[in-house]
């Protein structure tokens, strides 16, 4: 007998974290035979490249969409906060629903009980949002957590289309090609200590906190570069206080990087300065290409960077301490190595067979 097909849902216009997260389960759980139908915006680029990854792809309204999938028997798994609504919608008709949380914010009790308590289970990415889950009302025997994945072998590379050597550290020419190329296109020596962030550029991803630690770095290290990438509704007024700051060619900005893993191999320091962060997916990024991490203790992040073993963890809002973290990373080149080396070791944790496991535990308990 079949198992029931998944309809994920993700309605989101853009292709971040959850996205990526959310094709990568399904390119684990197609592995072991299981149908898929991605269920998206449409012309969104998940829905593109979904197709471009062999998925089916579904554009329908909640109602079509739940009246679908109770007609094939599947089982809807909402991976944002909007799509938990459709999943409530799908429970109340009968159809078995899984939500999916990936945000430490704040939720109401009312959300908590209608709109998440709906579905049979809600995947917390991490415990940190599964006590803010519990503590909003919603049923504890409905919580459950799965950190998000990473393909770890080359096994499951294959499974989520991903060269095998994507999330590896670089050898040392493929390092100095990274740093040259960016060195070229940013204008900056190829030499310099290069600490980067890649993230949305939202509020929760506080920028601002980065912006105020990089000063004094800058004060006492000036030959390092920040680079900044990503997108978002914050860029322009972040751009506005670099050059305040009178950060120009110190942070520079890079805008929207296609494939972000070129600069993460080039970085000596990864940097996360967020007050607000369900889990992190990049910090497993980061540290699956062996680059030494420097970030806050916000949400879930403690989760995936073990403080002082796999890298340095500071108070949200804090830049003096996060600048301290910065200068003590740039100066020990040994400490650096050895946080890097033990981040790599412990990534297998994170692998999409884990991942589905333990989701398919959760699809079989409620089909």
């Known amino acids: 007998m079949m198992p029931p097909p998944i309809y994920h849902l993700d309605r989101e216009p ?13 390119a684990a759980l197609r592995a072991r035979g299981r149908r898929n139908v991605v269920c998206s915006r ?41 799509a938990a609504g459709t999943a409530a919608l799908a429970a109340w008709a009968g159809v078995p629903a899984v939500s999916h949380r990936r945000v430490d914010f704040a939720v109401s009790g009312l959300s908590a009980r209608l709109k998440y308590g709906a579905a049979a289970k809600i995947v917390c990415v991490s415990k940190a949002i599964a006590g803010i889950m519990k503590a909003a009302g919603a049923p504890e025997d409905r919580l459950a957590v799965i950190p998000d994945g990473l393909p770890v072998t080359a096994e499951e590379s294959g499974w989520a289309a991903v060269e095998p050597g994507r999330f590896v550290p670089p050898g040392a020419s493929e390092r100095a090609a990274f740093r040259q190329a960016l060195a070229s296109e940013f204008r900056f020596p190829p030499e310099s200590v290069l600490i980067g962030n890649l993230a949305a550029l939202v509020p929760h991803k506080d920028h601002d906190t980065l912006l105020a630690a990089a000063v004094i770095v800058l004060l006492q290290r000036p030959a390092v570069k920040f ?58 990024e980061a ?19 073990e403080a002082g ?10 830049p003096e301490a996060l600048a301290a973290s910065l200068i003590r990373l740039i100066d020990d080149k040994d400490l650096r190595a050895g946080f890097a080396a033990e981040g790599r070791g412990r990534v297998s944790r994170f692998g999409l067979t884990r991942m589905a496991n333990d989701m398919e535990k959760i699809y079989d308990s409620i089909s």
């Open 14 to 26: 853009g292709f971040r974290g959850g996205e990526r997260q959310l094709l990568y389960l399904a």
């Open 42 to 82: 449409p012309g969104s680029e998940l829905e593109a490249e979904a197709r471009r990854q062999g998925f089916e792809t579904l554009a329908a309204p909640a109602l079509g969409l739940v009246w679908r999938a109770r007609r094939e028997g599947a089982i809807i798994h909402a991976h944002t906060g909007h």
């Open 227 to 284: 680079l900044i990438a990503g997108r978002g509704p914050e860029e322009a007024s972040l751009f506005e206080s670099i050059k305040r700051m009178g950060l120009l060619g110190k942070v520079i900005l890079m805008g929207h990087r296609p494939d972000p893993i070129p600069l993460l191999k080039a970085l000596d320091i990864y940097v996360q300065s967020s007050w607000g962060e369900g889990m992190g997916s990049v910090l497993i």
């Open 287 to 305: 540290a699956a290409c062996g680059v030494a991490i420097a970030a806050t203790t916000a949400g879930g992040i403690p989760e995936v960077v």
């Open 309 to 318: 073993e796999t890298g340095l963890l500071v108070a949200p809002r804090h």
